[in-house]
């Protein structure tokens, strides 16, 4: 059995990969697979209008907010926000709090003013900087909620009366927050909703309509909106899947389910990992991340010991981002309590 600690692609629900795998080779016994149905089938619309259905349900959004599924990843939603909201000569805010956020902060400035409000760059991004103050007049406010690769996490929503917009890909889902907050929020599916070739966006639709670009089809939120996500042939089964990952956390009581397990699942590691020598936490315990853990072991004989020890028990995935080093585990959604003692018993018995 492998305990998968991949910080994205990441496990899935195993009752997920099992129905995926039997649709692929006949969708709800139609004799046909998912792969071979066409998007305007009423088969395939019956598959969005319920994913779009769940989200709107497990996220209690209010009406005035649209739920479309889009292709591209997150990194696409870093240009797209500012193309359908900031106009050249007017200025949006960041905050910059690591790697993902440094990008949409670039991608931002070729369609408009961008000031950075604050930053955590000075500690290689290992805390989340408070106790500064958003520009009233600014266009929006946009940031990480968990920084995937540092390992840091906004639990709390910045008081403000800017629009908020929010990069959620690496904690969508896992606890719960007031979605209805946000004018705008994004996430790539591969780590809390599904498979990886679609990004879950959630949007106001009153913020759009207000830029003086002309903007392509396929990068204008109203043109996805009017036609319900299929501008064009969707991502099927990568849809497909965020369905099926939808019911599931479902069935598990919601966003407050899975927040209760995600909890109990980063409490335990981050115990094991304080009480073990040997064992380094860089960043700031209030700000520590419930779905990235990252940690160091200094010591190479003892680094070396827990990375046999990882892969004769099938732990995958526990090495740090390249950018970073060091080790970072996933907590997503699917992966169980049972992976993470299995890990906190092997790192208590090095
Ligand atoms: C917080 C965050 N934003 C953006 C991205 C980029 O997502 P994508 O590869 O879907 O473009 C990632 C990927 O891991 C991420 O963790």
């Keep these: 059995m492998k305990h998968n600690f991949n910080a994205g692609p990441s496990i899935l629900p195993k009752e997920v990969f099992e129905e995926a795998g039997r649709a692929i080779l006949n ?17 395939f619309q019956a598959v969005m209008d319920e994913a779009i259905g769940l989200t709107n349900e497990l996220m209690q959004l209010d009406d005035d907010h649209s739920v479309l599924f889009l292709h591209g990843g997150a990194t696409t939603q870093f240009f797209q926000v500012p193309m359908n909201l900031l106009n050249e000569n007017e200025t949006a805010v960041y905050l910059d709090c690591g790697v993902w956020g440094t990008k949409a902060i670039k991608e931002a ?19 989340i900087p408070r106790g500064y103050t958003i520009p009233a007049d600014a266009k929006y406010f946009h940031y990480t909620t968990n920084n995937t690769i540092e390992g840091t996490e906004m639990l709390e929503i910045p008081e ?19 979605f209805n907050r946000f004018a705008l929020i994004y996430a790539g599916a591969q780590k809390n909703i599904g498979a990886a ?18 903007l392509p089809g396929m990068m204008d939120y109203r043109q996805h909106i009017e036609a319900g996500s299929m501008l ?17 956390l479902k069935k598990q009581g919601g966003v407050a389910g899975i927040e209760k397990v995600n909890k109990e699942k980063a409490g335990l590691l981050y115990k094991t990992l304080e009480s073990k020598q040997g064992f380094e936490l860089p960043v700031a315990k209030e700000d520590r991340s419930r779905m990235n853990v990252v940690f160091r072991i200094p010591d190479a004989a003892l680094e070396k010991k827990f990375l046999d020890a990882c892969q004769q028990q099938g ?3 526990v090495k740090g981002h390249r950018s970073v080093g060091g080790f970072r585990v996933s907590l997503y959604n699917a992966l169980p309590l049972e992976s993470v003692k299995a890990l906190t018993t092997l790192i208590n018995e090095l």
């Design 27 to 43: 969708y709800n016994n139609t004799g046909l697979s998912i792969l071979e149905i066409g998007h305007r089938t009423p088969l």
């Design 109 to 127: 400035k070729l369609f408009g003013q961008v000031h950075v409000v604050a930053s955590s760059k000075d500690k290689n991004y290992t805390y």
């Design 160 to 178: 403000t009366n800017v629009p908020l917009i929010a990069d959620m890909s690496s904690d969508i889902l896992s606890h719960v927050v007031d």
């Design 197 to 214: 070739g679609v990004n879950l966006v959630v949007l106001r639709k009153d913020i759009l309509g207000k830029v003086n670009r002309k």
């Design 232 to 248: 064009n042939t969707p991502p099927v089964f990568a849809i497909y899947v965020c369905l099926l990952t939808l019911r599931w």
């Design 315 to 317: 732990m995958v995935g």
